[in-house]
């Protein structure tokens, strides 16, 4: 049983550019959550994505934007990067239903690196 | 929005010692999820304790949630349990607010 897969694992970019990192959800389960983690702090929620919407958004300005296909595998977008986004991004998976409390799961991460 | 602070900041044990970990947070929440990060980064699930108490091996946890506060209990410390130990709580749709976290040394 695949747990969360993130792609790519490391990524180095300029300022100004323009980034897409993918995240597939473990088998069975339905929603997605981006987290963005700085060196030395605990994740912060960027936005959840549930049935192919967004359903939740923390206060993250509107460069990053995502998308879930109907696989329920989800795309995180950034534009116009800047050095402060430079973190860990991190997906997490979960089962929807519905319900608003369920048991997170996370990949690995991508390592994000704006120069 | 709601508060979750953690401590100690660092703890540093020897190989077998117990430890107890605190995480308080500043208002009711229906989630509350006890996470280990391991040195490569990754974010392992170890309790999902919205309130009471529940174990898994040398690890247990309890949440009192009415005085807004949860305890994680490593006994027998082992050197894979190094990391950082995050709390991370919720109230609605499942976005969690994590603590700044528990950076655990356990030394041979």
């Known amino acids: 049983d695949a747990g969360v897969t993130q792609s790519p694992t490391h990524l180095i970019k300029t300022r100004g550019q323009q980034v897409t990192l993918r995240c597939s959800p473990k088998s069975g389960h339905d929603t997605v959550s981006w987290y963005q983690q700085a060196l030395g702090q605990g994740p912060q929620f960027i936005f959840q994505?549930?049935?192919?919407?967004?359903?939740q958004r923390g206060n993250f300005p509107d460069r990053f934007s995502g998308h879930q296909f109907p696989n329920y595998s989800s795309e995180l977008n950034v534009n116009a990067l800047l050095l402060g986004d430079s973190a860990l991004y991190l997906c997490?998976?979960?089962?929807?239903?519905?319900?608003?409390?369920?048991?997170?799961?996370f990949g690995s991460g991508t390592q994000l690196s704006v120069l | 929005g709601i508060q979750v602070e953690q401590s100690p900041p660092d703890l540093i044990l020897q190989e077998g010692a117990n430890s107890t970990l605190r995480c308080n947070f500043s208002d009711s929440v229906n989630n509350l999820q006890w996470f280990h990060q391991n040195p490569w980064g990754q974010l392992i699930n170890l309790f999902y304790i919205p309130s009471g108490t529940k174990q898994n091996g040398r690890l247990s946890a309890t949440t009192v949630a009415t005085e807004r506060y949860s305890l994680l209990y490593i006994s027998s410390s082992q050197t894979t349990d190094s990391g950082v130990y995050f709390c991370a709580v919720g109230t609605g749709f499942q976005k969690l607010v994590f603590g700044t976290g528990t950076r655990l040394l356990v030394s041979p």
């Open positions: 997490a998976s979960s089962l929807g239903r519905g319900q608003r409390y369920e048991k997170l799961f």
């Open positions: 994505y549930y049935e192919e919407e967004e359903r």
